[in-house]
């Protein structure tokens, strides 16, 4: 008995050492993934330094791009447990990886949360969704599979909308292919599964280069953010518009940025967040659904 004893107390001791050095490991690892990405982004961004994308401490999610990007997240959570924040919203930028200005909006917009978060909101922030489309040498819109990821996600149940309306269209083009079916593609299986276990109760997702803000779901859109206004463009099947606006009404903002390539100024970057934390504050979570009143 004694000696059994013996060998249970000298397997546990051995077995914490081990654990925590795996533990390190994987650390080191995840590290190593953050740093790789970073060095890569702050080559391609003119307005994202390596020192910038790394001071943030972006987290690797346990999910992978189709090139074995790391699909990095960053959380501001709630400050305090007496307080709970008012919403959770996700922000998402680099859907598109030639829209430049869409990641680099998310940098300088997180550089301001590291200042003044305050608690009001839960925030989750994925500032790449396509790092295979913004990391080579000519950025594309898709993923490296050939994939527009804002016409892969779920249609309703219906596996092959998004690719009926693409093949019925004269203007279809290989740049927004939605790929062999919904979610069939990494990057979009994140976002699903993002929205699924973070339930946000409003999305921001930051394209270009149309220069409006565009917005899926309930309650009453914003008439501006800066100086861009509201321009309703419409959903199509596949489109992160359609699957959380329409499908699951959680609010989905568009932010239309004026140019791919070059970014709007300081003061234009800040008035955009202040008007859209500004609308987000008096309209998340709508209160009581028109149809409830
Ligand atoms: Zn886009």
């Avoid at 080191?28 to 890569?40: H, I």
Wanted: charged fraction near 20%; hydrophobic fraction near 35%; include cysteine.
């Amino acid at each position: 008995m004694l000696t059994r004893l013996y060998r249970i107390t000298l397997l546990l001791l051995l077995s914490i050492p081990v654990y925590s050095q795996s533990k390190s490991i994987t650390t080191m690892m995840q590290q190593k993934q953050v740093n790789s990405t970073c060095l890569s982004i702050g080559k391609k961004l003119s307005s994202v330094t390596f020192n910038e994308c790394l001071e943030l401490n972006l987290s690797p999610s346990q999910h992978h791009s189709v090139k074995h990007n790391s699909l990095l997240l960053k959380e501001y959570p709630p400050l305090l447990k007496r307080r709970q924040p008012q919403a959770k919203i996700l922000m998402l930028g680099g859907i598109h990886g030639d829209e430049y200005s869409s990641v680099t909006i998310m940098f300088k917009w997180m550089s301001i949360l590291e200042k003044y978060h305050s608690g009001l909101f839960h925030w989750k922030i994925a500032p790449l969704v396509n790092p295979d489309g913004l990391l080579q040498k000519k950025s594309r819109r898709i993923n490296a599979n050939g994939v527009d990821l804002n016409r892969n996600f779920p249609n309703n149940g219906d596996p092959k909308a998004s690719l009926e309306y693409w093949k019925n269209r004269a203007y279809s083009d290989v740049r927004r292919y939605p790929g062999p079916a919904p979610t069939s593609e990494p990057e979009t299986q994140w976002i699903v599964e993002l929205i699924k276990e973070f339930k946000p109760d409003a999305i921001v997702a930051v394209h270009a280069p149309y220069g409006i803000v565009d917005y899926d779901g309930p309650p009453q859109p914003p008439s501006h953010l800066g100086p861009l206004y509201l321009k309703l463009l419409g959903t199509y099947p596949g489109s992160l518009g359609n699957y959380a606006g329409l499908q699951q009404e959680i609010p989905v903002v568009t932010i239309e940025l004026p140019y791919a390539g070059i970014m709007p100024s300081n003061q234009e970057v800040g008035r955009i967040w202040v008007d859209m934390v500004r609308w987000l504050r008096k309209n998340i979570p709508q209160k009581v659904k028109s149809n409830e009143l």
